[in-house]
């Protein structure tokens, strides 16, 4: 199978320090993600699942009241899982 969506991300608790001064991230982004997997059927029952996610993420970051600018963070996510029907 392959996907197209729109990932929303929560950034919290982020615990970011340039120095000893707090690093402010804004909490919340938008962005495109795609995603191609494939479920290989093992039992009747049982099957294993496979699939790669490519995310767009980013927010912006300030020092204090200082705009430090945007940071963008675009991930490949991997996962292998193992599912059940019933």
């Known amino acids: 199978y392959v996907g ?3 990932n929303y991300t929560l950034f919290y608790n982020n615990g ?3 120095g000893a001064q707090p690093v402010s991230i804004r ?3 938008f962005g495109p993600a795609l995603q191609a997997g494939v ?3 093992v039992t009747k029952t049982l ?3 496979a699939d790669i996610k490519k995310i767009w993420m980013h927010t912006d970051a300030s020092l204090g ?4 600018g945007r940071v963008s963070i675009d991930p490949v996510v991997v996962g292998l899982g193992v599912g059940m029907r019933f």
């Open 47 to 49: 099957f294993v699942n």
């Open 4 to 6: 197209a969506g729109l």
């Open 27 to 29: 909490n919340h982004s």
């Open 16 to 18: 970011l320090h340039a």
């Open 39 to 41: 479920d290989v059927q």
């Open 65 to 68: 009241a200082q705009p430090l």
